[in-house]
C-alpha cells in the first residue's frame, strides 16, 4: 500500500471518528467499541484531527449586536468587561428586573468561598438579590458600603445585605448607623464607631463591590428615597453641574465629587476608595442613567458594568459627544 494510500485511510478513520464524537455526540468509549478500538486511539485520532484542522467550532447567538455593544464599551472606557441584556420597550422596571437577573448570573459564576461582597442599596442591587438562584451555597461575607435608610425595602442596605448573605448561603456583617449624620462632626464620630470601622475596612478590600448608580434630575430619583430635598435644591444641584449619585456621593460629569454639604454628612465609603477592591461591578437600567453611568465611568470607578441594550447605546453616544467637543 502506497504511503498516499494509507494516508487516505487514516484521514477517512478520523473523520469518521470526529463525525461520530462531535456530531452525532458518542463517547469516546462508545466509538472504541463500534470500530473495534482501544480507547486510547480513538482519543489519538480526535486528537490528530484537531491538529490537522479537520474540527472547526462555529458559535452563532441570536444577540450578537449585544455581544458587539458589550465589546464597544469595553474598548470606549476603561472596563474589563460588560454585560448588555435586552431592553424591553416602555417598561424600565422589566428592563431592569433583566438586568438584575444577568447580573446574579455574572457574579455568582465568578464567586469563590471566602469572598467578601460589599453592596450599596438601591432598586438595581435589590433586582440582583431578588435574581440569585444559585445551584451551591457559597462561604461568603456580605458587607454595606453605605449606611442605611429604612423605610423602602431597596433603601435599607442592611436589609438587601442580609438577602444577599442568605440566598447565597453566607453571613453578612451589618453597619449600625444612619446614611446621613446631622452634621458632618458627627458623621466623622460615626466613622470612628469600632463596629462602622470595621465593616468599612471590610468593605473596603472586598473582592466584589456589587454598586448601583443613581440620577439627581428628576423629582422621582431614588435619591430623594435617601434624603428629601426642596424643588430649588433639586434644581440648584443640576445647575451646579451635578449628574448622578454613586455610594450615595453626589458627583459631576468627569467623575468628581461635589462639594455639597450632603456628602461631607455620609457615613459612606468614598467612591476613590472602591480603587481597593478586586473587582466593582455597576448595575444600572434607563436612559436616565446614562449621565451618571458616564460620570462613573469617567471617574474609574467601574471593573464591570451590567447594563441594558438602549441605556448601552446612548453611554457610547454620549462619550463619543464628549470626546468629539474635546
Given at each position: 500500500m502506497t504511503d498516499k494510500e494509507k494516508d487516505f485511510e487514516l484521514i477517512r478513520q478520523i473523520h469518521t471518528v470526529l463525525i461520530l464524537h462531535f456530531i452525532e455526540g458518542q463517547k469516546q468509549s462508545d466509538i472504541a467499541k463500534a470500530l473495534n478500538l482501544s480507547t486510547s486511539k480513538v482519543n489519538r485520532l480526535i486528537t490528530q484531527g484537531r491538529r490537522m484542522g479537520m474540527v472547526k467550532i462555529d458559535i452563532e447567538t441570536p444577540f450578537q449586536t449585544l455581544m458587539d455593544l458589550e465589546r464597544e464599551l469595553a474598548q470606549a472606557t476603561s472596563l474589563v468587561d460588560a454585560v448588555?441584556?435586552?431592553?424591553?420597550?416602555?417598561?424600565?422596571?422589566?428592563?431592569l428586573q433583566q438586568v438584575g437577573r444577568a447580573a446574579a448570573n455574572h457574579l455568582v459564576e465568578t464567586l469563590r468561598d471566602g469572598d467578601v461582597i460589599a453592596i450599596t442599596?438601591?432598586?438595581?442591587?435589590?433586582?440582583?438579590?431578588?435574581?440569585?438562584?444559585?445551584e451551591q451555597s457559597f462561604d461568603v461575607t456580605v458587607v454595606p458600603l453605605t449606611g442605611g435608610v429604612q423605610g423602602k425595602y431597596y433603601t435599607d442596605v442592611n436589609h438587601l445585605a442580609m438577602r444577599m448573605a442568605d440566598r447565597l448561603g453566607g453571613q453578612t456583617m451589618l453597619m449600625h448607623a444612619p446614611l446621613?449624620?446631622?452634621?458632618?462632626q458627627q458623621r466623622d464620630m460615626l466613622m470612628e464607631v469600632a463596629s462602622i470601622r470595621d465593616v468599612l475596612d471590610l468593605a473596603r478590600r472586598a473582592n466584589v463591590?456589587?454598586?448601583g448608580i443613581g440620577s439627581i434630575e428628576p423629582e422621582c430619583s431614588s435619591y430623594y428615597d435617601l434624603h428629601p430635598v426642596p424643588d430649588a435644591d433639586r434644581k440648584m444641584l443640576v445647575g451646579m453641574g451635578v449628574v448622578g449619585e454613586f455610594l450615595a456621593h453626589l458627583i459631576h460629569s468627569?467623575?468628581?465629587?461635589s462639594n455639597y454639604a450632603l456628602n461631607s454628612r455620609l457615613v459612606a465609603l468614598p467612591p476613590g476608595d472602591l480603587a481597593q477592591c478586586a473587582r466593582v461591578i455597576g448595575v444600572t437600567a434607563g436612559p436616565l442613567k446614562v449621565q451618571p453611568i458616564t460620570a462613573?465611568?469617567?471617574g474609574g470607578f467601574l471593573d464591570s458594568l451590567i447594563v441594558d441594550e438602549e441605556t448601552a447605546k446612548a453611554v457610547l453616544e454620549e462619550m463619543e459627544g464628549t470626546q468629539n467637543v474635546a
Amino acid at each position: 500500500m502506497t504511503d498516499k494510500e494509507k494516508d487516505f485511510e487514516l484521514i477517512r478513520q478520523i473523520h469518521t471518528v470526529l463525525i461520530l464524537h462531535f456530531i452525532e455526540g458518542q463517547k469516546q468509549s462508545d466509538i472504541a467499541k463500534a470500530l473495534n478500538l482501544s480507547t486510547s486511539k480513538v482519543n489519538r485520532l480526535i486528537t490528530q484531527g484537531r491538529r490537522m484542522g479537520m474540527v472547526k467550532i462555529d458559535i452563532e447567538t441570536p444577540f450578537q449586536t449585544l455581544m458587539d455593544l458589550e465589546r464597544e464599551l469595553a474598548q470606549a472606557t476603561s472596563l474589563v468587561d460588560a454585560v448588555v441584556t435586552p431592553s424591553v420597550s416602555g417598561s424600565v422596571d422589566t428592563t431592569l428586573q433583566q438586568v438584575g437577573r444577568a447580573a446574579a448570573n455574572h457574579l455568582v459564576e465568578t464567586l469563590r468561598d471566602g469572598d467578601v461582597i460589599a453592596i450599596t442599596g438601591g432598586k438595581a442591587v435589590s433586582a440582583v438579590v431578588e435574581s440569585l438562584t444559585p445551584e451551591q451555597s457559597f462561604d461568603v461575607t456580605v458587607v454595606p458600603l453605605t449606611g442605611g435608610v429604612q423605610g423602602k425595602y431597596y433603601t435599607d442596605v442592611n436589609h438587601l445585605a442580609m438577602r444577599m448573605a442568605d440566598r447565597l448561603g453566607g453571613q453578612t456583617m451589618l453597619m449600625h448607623a444612619p446614611l446621613f449624620a446631622e452634621s458632618q462632626q458627627q458623621r466623622d464620630m460615626l466613622m470612628e464607631v469600632a463596629s462602622i470601622r470595621d465593616v468599612l475596612d471590610l468593605a473596603r478590600r472586598a473582592n466584589v463591590a456589587l454598586v448601583g448608580i443613581g440620577s439627581i434630575e428628576p423629582e422621582c430619583s431614588s435619591y430623594y428615597d435617601l434624603h428629601p430635598v426642596p424643588d430649588a435644591d433639586r434644581k440648584m444641584l443640576v445647575g451646579m453641574g451635578v449628574v448622578g449619585e454613586f455610594l450615595a456621593h453626589l458627583i459631576h460629569s468627569n467623575g468628581a465629587v461635589s462639594n455639597y454639604a450632603l456628602n461631607s454628612r455620609l457615613v459612606a465609603l468614598p467612591p476613590g476608595d472602591l480603587a481597593q477592591c478586586a473587582r466593582v461591578i455597576g448595575v444600572t437600567a434607563g436612559p436616565l442613567k446614562v449621565q451618571p453611568i458616564t460620570a462613573a465611568l469617567n471617574g474609574g470607578f467601574l471593573d464591570s458594568l451590567i447594563v441594558d441594550e438602549e441605556t448601552a447605546k446612548a453611554v457610547l453616544e454620549e462619550m463619543e459627544g464628549t470626546q468629539n467637543v474635546a
